[in-house]
Structures are given as structure tokens and as C-alpha cells.
């Protein structure tokens, strides 16, 4: 397997939920199998070199909050065409579906559980840093899902923490039945990463969106992009919704929820 981490943060304002609360930390892991890997980053960077030849867009990297917020270089893109490229790899996903496991952690989380017997430190995360813990969880929830039968492992961790080349998750898989490689890279350089910092992205701004007042037809647009797309993975629950749903309509899905998993 080959797996790429990104984290997504914020935005840190209190919402008016009682379950989607702020300062919430989340990492998001896509896996590829290892045959795709290859074909899977010549495609990445065939697609940004198309763009420079249409556009004149040189940019080394898919960043996606980069590109929805239009910030450069991704602000000399014709208009809507940001909007477009969401479009293009949502499509690229629903088509795939490679596997995607989640982890967050906010205030609902640290209320929720009792973290006192986990080390303080391990593998240079400090689980009092709430993106610290939440990628521990995370590593931890891989190696769980895959212990029944382990394969070999590469996982590719988006820099910001570490400078890259640093290693991840040697002590966390240190009894992995199978070879395990994991490291700190940059998104430039590891194009996996740019796929997970979509599905981070796309994740993240569809929870903010959820709890937001007077969403526009934007908003409500990319809620139902992201909708369509049918992420595979168990940290998502899904529901139907009337286009102007509101927090109460929300809270009472994840309230459902919570009790069905005896919370």
C-alpha cells in the first residue's frame, strides 16, 4: 500500500453545533495500491503541465485551498475554471474510490474520551497538540484496519511538522508483519500528497459549510460535489438533506449517530 497523509485545520471559529465544534485538527490518509502509485503521479503532473500549456498557470503543485480561494498563481486561471478543477478531481475520485480513513479531533473528541494513559511523547508528537493526536489516532486506525492482513506499507506524510526525509510511524508499526516505510515529504515532490490534500480540503470545508448560516449557491454546489462523490470510507456517514438544511437538521443526524455507537 501506498499511503498519503495531509491535515486540515479550522476554521477555529465556535459554531452554533454542539458536535461540529472549532479548533478542530483533522488528517486525512488516501490509499493507493501500490501497482497505481506510478501512473497515478505521471497523471498529476501530466495535469499541471496541461494547465501551464492552456492557462499559463505555472504552478508546482496542486494546493486546494490555494486554488479555491484563487491566491496565486491560481488567481490568473479564466473565471470559474477554479471551480472546474474541483469539478475534474472529483470525478478523477468517484471513479477510484481509493480507500480514505479520517481522523479528527476537537472539543466533542477530548470530552468524549479519556487520553490520560497514552504516552505524552512518541515519534516527536505531543498528544497535548491536538494535530499531534489526531495523527497518532490516525496511524493507529490504519494499522488496526490492516492488521488481519498486513501488507507492505509506505506512507507519505505531507511536511509542515517535520522538515522532510524524517521518518513517521516506525515505533507505531514497529511490529508490522510486513517491510514499513513512512516519512515526512512535500507535496511538490510526492504527488499522492496532492490527491490527499484534495480529499482533506474537500472534507473540511464541507463540514465548515455544513454549519454555516446563508450558504450561497457556491456553498450548497460544493456540498453536493463533495456528496456525489461517495468517499469510500467508514468515517463517513451519510444522510439526505434538503438544500437548506441548518445546525439543528445537522446535530440531529450526528445525535442519531452518536447513539447508534453508544456515545
Given at each position: 500500500?501506498?499511503?498519503?497523509?495531509?491535515?486540515?485545520?479550522?476554521?477555529?471559529?465556535?459554531?452554533?453545533?454542539?458536535?461540529?465544534?472549532?479548533?478542530?485538527?483533522?488528517?486525512?490518509?488516501?490509499?493507493?495500491?501500490?501497482?497505481?502509485?506510478?501512473?497515478?503521479?505521471?497523471?498529476?503532473?501530466?495535469?499541471?503541465?496541461?494547465?501551464?500549456?492552456?492557462?499559463?498557470?505555472?504552478?508546482?503543485?496542486?494546493?486546494?485551498?490555494?486554488?479555491?480561494?484563487?491566491?496565486?498563481?491560481?488567481?490568473?486561471?479564466?473565471?470559474?475554471?477554479?471551480?472546474?478543477?474541483?469539478?475534474?478531481?472529483?470525478?478523477?475520485?468517484?471513479?477510484?474510490?481509493?480507500?480514505?480513513?479520517?481522523?479528527?479531533?476537537?472539543?466533542?473528541?477530548?470530552?468524549?474520551?479519556?487520553?490520560?494513559?497514552?504516552?505524552?511523547?512518541?515519534?516527536?508528537?505531543?498528544?497535548?497538540?491536538?494535530?499531534?493526536?489526531?495523527?497518532?489516532?490516525?496511524?493507529?486506525?490504519?494499522?488496526?484496519?490492516?492488521?488481519?492482513?498486513?501488507?507492505?506499507?509506505?506512507?507519505?506524510l505531507d511536511e509542515g511538522k517535520c522538515k522532510p526525509g524524517l521518518s513517521i510511524g516506525k515505533e507505531i508499526?514497529?511490529?508490522?508483519?510486513?517491510?514499513?516505510?513512512?516519512?515526512?515529504?512535500?507535496?511538490?515532490?510526492?504527488?499522492?500528497?496532492?490527491?490527499?490534500?484534495?480529499?482533506?480540503?474537500?472534507?473540511?470545508?464541507?463540514?465548515?459549510?455544513?454549519?454555516?448560516?446563508?450558504?450561497?449557491?457556491?456553498d450548497n454546489w460544493f456540498i453536493s460535489l463533495i456528496g456525489s462523490m461517495q468517499i469510500n470510507s467508514s468515517?463517513?456517514?451519510?444522510?439526505?438533506?434538503?438544500?437548506?438544511?441548518?445546525?439543528?437538521?445537522?446535530?440531529?443526524?450526528?445525535?442519531?449517530?452518536?447513539?447508534?455507537?453508544?456515545?
Amino acid at each position: 500500500m501506498h499511503i498519503a497523509i495531509d491535515d486540515t485545520y479550522g476554521p477555529e471559529n465556535d459554531t452554533e453545533s454542539k458536535f461540529v465544534t472549532g479548533k478542530r485538527r483533522t488528517h486525512v490518509a488516501v490509499v493507493f495500491p501500490d501497482e497505481d502509485a506510478g501512473y497515478i503521479r505521471e497523471q498529476i503532473t501530466n495535469c499541471l503541465d496541461e494547465i501551464e500549456k492552456q492557462t499559463g498557470v505555472l504552478a508546482k503543485e496542486f494546493h486546494f485551498v490555494d486554488i479555491y480561494n484563487r491566491n496565486n498563481p491560481w488567481n490568473k486561471l479564466p473565471e470559474q475554471m477554479n471551480l472546474m478543477l474541483f469539478e475534474f478531481f472529483a470525478d478523477i475520485y468517484a471513479r477510484y474510490r481509493w480507500p480514505v480513513y479520517i481522523q479528527t479531533i476537537d472539543d466533542r473528541t477530548i470530552a468524549d474520551h479519556d487520553f490520560s494513559l497514552f504516552p505524552q511523547n512518541i515519534e516527536r508528537l505531543d498528544i497535548s497538540k491536538r494535530e499531534d493526536l489526531s495523527l497518532l489516532l490516525l496511524l493507529l486506525k490504519i494499522k488496526i484496519a490492516h492488521k488481519s492482513k498486513p501488507s507492505p506499507i509506505n506512507i507519505f506524510l505531507d511536511e509542515g511538522k517535520c522538515k522532510p526525509g524524517l521518518s513517521i510511524g516506525k515505533e507505531i508499526f514497529h511490529d508490522w508483519n510486513e517491510s514499513y516505510q513512512g516519512n515526512y515529504c512535500s507535496s511538490g515532490s510526492e504527488p499522492l500528497l496532492q490527491i490527499a490534500d484534495f480529499l482533506a480540503y474537500s472534507i473540511n470545508r464541507s463540514t465548515h459549510l455544513s454549519t454555516k448560516k446563508n450558504r450561497t449557491v457556491i456553498d450548497n454546489w460544493f456540498i453536493s460535489l463533495i456528496g456525489s462523490m461517495q468517499i469510500n470510507s467508514s468515517d463517513i456517514q451519510r444522510t439526505i438533506l434538503p438544500e437548506d438544511f441548518g445546525v439543528e437538521d445537522l446535530d440531529e443526524f450526528h445525535s442519531n449517530d452518536r447513539k447508534n455507537k453508544g456515545l
